[in-house]
């Protein structure tokens, strides 16, 4: 288990879910070994195959796959999802790469515990392939963001942004890499917050307070 040696705030408890690569996971696991009070106690995967989850075993963590495939519908899957993540009762469920919608259930069980990073500048571009989309629009700034999860997709209170300015040459790619960079910072800065009190698991922000104090530009 990766823990933290601060001990001057009781420390909180985290999952991770991820589908994939793991980065935002391993700017994780590295903050906790850097200093970041938050015990993680499981990371699942709903794929397999999710370098991610190698990520996970390397640094000691608890995993587990609960794949869409092994199941007969939707449903039965979410309750699986649902069943594992109460297990841990964790104070928080960090969403790191997770390409799958949690449905009401899933969400009213950890109402204002459950955090998603996403790469666009929300409210602009919820859903997929922001970076192809921010290349399409032209638009002069791009970003991540930090928030809640709702039933809503990528529509809950924001907790933080970060932002860059996109450059002539920039690709889908490009974006990917400078986005990823932005991620690795502000995700592991949410967390802190909550362990050192700035946030409680179960609130949501106070509207414009919170995102404001975490908006970040280059
Ligand atoms: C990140 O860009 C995140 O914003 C999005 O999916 C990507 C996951 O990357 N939700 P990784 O698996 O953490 O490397």
Redesign the pocket.
Known sequence: MVKSSSDTHPKLTAIVL?S??????QAIIDACRGGLAIDLLAVISDNAGAY?LVRAKTAGLNTHVIAPESYENQQQWQRSLLNMMQLYRPDLVVC??FMRILDASVVAAFRHRIIN???SLLPKYPGLRTHQRVLAHGDARHG?TVHLVTEALDAGPMLAQSSLAVAPGDTEQTLDNK??YL?HKLLPEVLAWYATGQLSPGQAPIKNDQTQKASHKD
Do not use: D, F, R, W
Not at 20 to 25: D, E, I, R
């Open positions: 991820i994939g690569n793991g980065s935002n996971l991610g790191a790469g990073v996403h790469p991540t986005i990823k991620e």
